[in-house]
């Protein structure tokens, strides 16, 4: 058990506002976080730190073994995958659903070699094929529904095999079908021996896929819990998260919340 992202007395600050304010915690390669926090607690921050796309105003952030600041964040992107509508709304629309996953791999090195290039296209196709997609490989990812685009967008997270995953809202306007094969496709993915520490950033409990096993709670730039997901996500502490008074049900492994009366 080794720690691949582990945050010290991080604080994010943007003039008066503190966005995170002395965040503090690690992330081991055994282990899958959920980030559950309301609007603007700085969900998406912490992630951006994560993914090497943002620095600390204070604080230290290390990441797979390096340290953000003191390291070449070009080398160290290609080893975190990162599923985001920010990424996402960068990608070509015309570019196909293949290309959209395949050119993930030429950050890692500019230009391949055609070998490689095929080598790279199976993978990307497998993959696409993986997460239920492969059937729109050659369509514009523009044209794409938003579950397509959102399965995609996983698969390019993958391409590079992260050592780190990170998801950000995965399941944000899916329908309800949608949003249980994603949980079922994560739960899947997340079980496997070689898959990467995932950490997964959402609204609805009902997104949290069976199988993590941690979570952080966030609430205006602070934690308000983290630790085993078992312990830590209870009604109380969600309560407090979401200032407002609510009962966690659990069954087979699958949670909701609703306002207690
Ligand atoms: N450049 C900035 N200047 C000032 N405030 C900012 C800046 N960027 C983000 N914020 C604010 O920081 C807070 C945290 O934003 P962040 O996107 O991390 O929250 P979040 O938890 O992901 O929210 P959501 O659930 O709505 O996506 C928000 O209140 C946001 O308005």
């Known amino acids: 058990m080794s720690a691949v992202l582990s945050l010290d007395s991080v604080s994010v600050r943007r003039g008066r506002k503190m966005l995170l304010n002395n965040v503090s915690f690690t992330i081991n390669d055994d282990e899958r976080w959920v980030i559950l926090g309301p609007n603007g607690a700085g969900k998406t921050t912490m992630l951006q730190i994560a993914a090497a796309r943002l620095f600390p105003s204070s604080g230290t952030a290390q990441i797979l073994d390096e340290t953000l600041g003191a390291v070449d964040v070009f080398e160290l992107r290609p080893r975190i995958g990162f599923c985001s509508n920010a990424i996402a709304n960068h990608l070509p629309q015309r570019e196909t659903a293949l290309n959209a996953v395949v050119t993930a791999a030429y950050g890692v090195t500019g230009r391949w070699r055609e070998e490689y290039e095929q080598l790279d296209e199976r993978r990307a196709f497998q993959l696409l094929n993986d997460w239920g997609v492969g059937t729109v490989f050659d369509r514009p990812f523009g044209t794409l529904s938003e579950g397509e685009r959102k399965r995609v967008q996983i698969a390019r997270a993958l391409m590079t095999d992260p050592e780190l995953l990170l998801l950000d809202e995965p399941g944000a306007g899916l329908d309800l079908a949608g949003r249980e094969s994603l949980v079922a ?5 997340i079980a496997h021996e070689d898959a990467p520490a995932t950490v997964l950033v959402t609204h609805h409990l009902e997104e949290i896929p069976p199988g993590f096993t941690h979570v952080l709670l966030l609430r ?9 997901l078992q312990e830590t996500l209870t009604s109380e502490n969600l309560s407090r998260t979401f200032d407002m008074p609510l009962d966690l049900t659990e069954r087979n492994g699958r949670y909701s919340a609703f306002m207690k009366h």
Request: net charge negative; no cysteine; charged share 30%.
């Open 220 to 228: 205006d730039g602070e934690v308000v819990a983290q630790g085993p």
């Open 185 to 189: 496709r994560t739960s899947e993915l």
